[in-house]
């Protein structure tokens, strides 16, 4: 015969999934004999509470598009490799006061040097700090916006790329724009100038944006609103890129293994 105690550990499970609190039926891990009732209600309550922030955090990222595991953990700052970063900029970035402040964040570098990556990483620290984030692909984006169908379907796409708190802008300038897509790329970062923050990242120095961008004018305009109240994080360095870099290290790995065998 079961006795009363797994019984019970049964009913505890079956209530603790139908009202939705399923981390209760590991309880087993949280609750100590020695401790009073008090302190291991608040226990649980604390390893509830965790669990829902856990499961809202994540739901948060996927709604802004953002990728999980592009985070700052993941993310290895090596100075000589990114000469012109440093720790103090990169932990004040990550602290998000340039959300709270309405500043932008300009990521400038050739290929696989991490734009993407701490962009990304910047969007999961403000997204945890509660701030609505949204991550977009420039030409998606832009096309996007040229594939609306009529005005309101444009006005409801230009709606959610103007109210995040912070919009991250990755690959600005990857393809030559149209006059019309450079005319959207234009307004979007107009409207949100002072009112929100936004992050670009792009392989170009602002000197060569009249390349992508159709309109000298329009470049001038739209670069002055960025580095007006901006960051500019210089993300280039010697050496090659991290993929490349990590792409030796695997093959030297291989090489060693071949040689023990
Ligand atoms: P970029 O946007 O500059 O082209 P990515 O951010 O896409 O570069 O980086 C290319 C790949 O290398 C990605 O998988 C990224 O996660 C990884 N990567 C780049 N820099 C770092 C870094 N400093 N630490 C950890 N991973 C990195
Ligand atoms: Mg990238």
Redo the contacts with the bound molecule.
């Keep these: 015969m079961e006795s009363n105690g797994g019984h019970l550990q049964k009913m505890i499970a079956l209530l603790a999934k139908e009202l939705r609190i399923g981390q209760i039926a590991n309880y087993g891990d949280i609750v100590k004999a020695e401790l009073s009732f008090e302190e291991n209600l608040f226990e649980l309550l604390k390893s509830m509470a965790a669990s829902r922030e856990e499961i809202s955090l994540a739901r948060r990222i996927k709604i802004g598009n953002l990728l999980p595991n592009?985070n700052f953990d993941?993310?290895?700052?090596?100075p000589k490799?990114?000469p012109h970063v440093s720790l103090k900029i990169l932990e004040e970035l990550r602290s998000c006061e340039f959300v709270t402040k309405k500043m932008d964040i300009i990521l400038i570098?050739?290929?696989?040097?991490?734009?993407?990556?701490?962009a990304n990483a910047l969007g999961i620290e403000a997204t945890k700090k509660r701030h609505k984030v949204r991550f977009v692909v420039a030409d998606k984006m832009l096309t996007a916006m040229m594939e609306a169908q009529n005005d309101r379907e444009l006005a409801k796409i230009t709606e959610s790329l103007i109210k995040p708190d912070l919009l991250i802008v990755?690959e600005v300038g990857y393809f030559t724009y149209s006059p019309s897509k450079s005319n959207m790329l234009f307004r979007v970062i107009r409207d949100r100038n002072e009112n929100a923050s936004t992050i670009v990242?792009t392989n170009y120095e602002f000197t060569r944006w009249k390349e992508f961008m159709s309109e000298q004018g329009l470049t001038l305009a739209m670069v002055d609103r960025l580095v007006f109240l901006s960051t500019v994080l210089d993300?280039s360095g010697p050496g090659p890129?991290?993929?490349l870099r990590?792409g030796q290290k695997r093959l030297r790995m291989r090489e060693e293994l071949a040689d023990d065998e």
């Design positions: 592009k993941t993310f290895e700052f090596d490799t990114l570098g050739p290929p696989g040097r991490g734009k993407t990556h701490l990755d990242t993300m890129s991290y993929r990590m």
